[in-house]
């Protein structure tokens, strides 16, 4: 199992930047895919971006539309999330996640361990 602690949220004016971390421990790290996913009030979870174990393979939501970044640092145990040109409609709590496979997916079922989450807000 991988313990996950997001952190990096905040209140950020449209059209603004944010980079979001996410710490892992466990042994495992390496080995795994990792993914964000978002929440906002009265809205189901929904998938944002994912990396596999190795970074060479990532994956976007369509509505990132090249603003967001995912990466990750396996010799710190960390995936990050470089958020530009934010929008009123990316305010949620954003979700780190670690699936149960190398590979990169979109699935919320895929992931075996969730962080706690960390909140963005995006004023307009």
């Known amino acids: 199992q991988v313990q996950l602690v997001e952190s990096g949220g905040g209140l950020v004016q449209a059209g603004g930047s944010l980079r979001v971390s996410c710490a892992a421990s466990?042994?495992?790290?390496?080995?795994?895919?990792m993914g964000w996913f978002r929440q906002a009030p009265g809205k189901e979870r929904e998938f944002v971006a994912t990396?596999?174990?190795?970074?060479?393979?990532?994956n976007y939501a369509d509505f990132v539309q090249g603003r967001f970044t995912i990466s990750r640092d396996n010799a710190k145990n960390t995936v990050y999330l470089q958020m530009n040109s934010l929008k009123p409609e990316d305010t949620a709590v954003y979700y780190c996640a670690a699936s149960s496979t190398h590979y990169t997916s979109g699935m919320a079922s895929h992931y075996a361990s969730w962080g706690q989450g960390t909140q963005v807000t995006v004023s307009s």
């Open positions: 990396i596999s174990w190795s970074g060479g393979s990532t």
């Open positions: 466990g042994r495992t790290f390496s080995r795994n895919a």
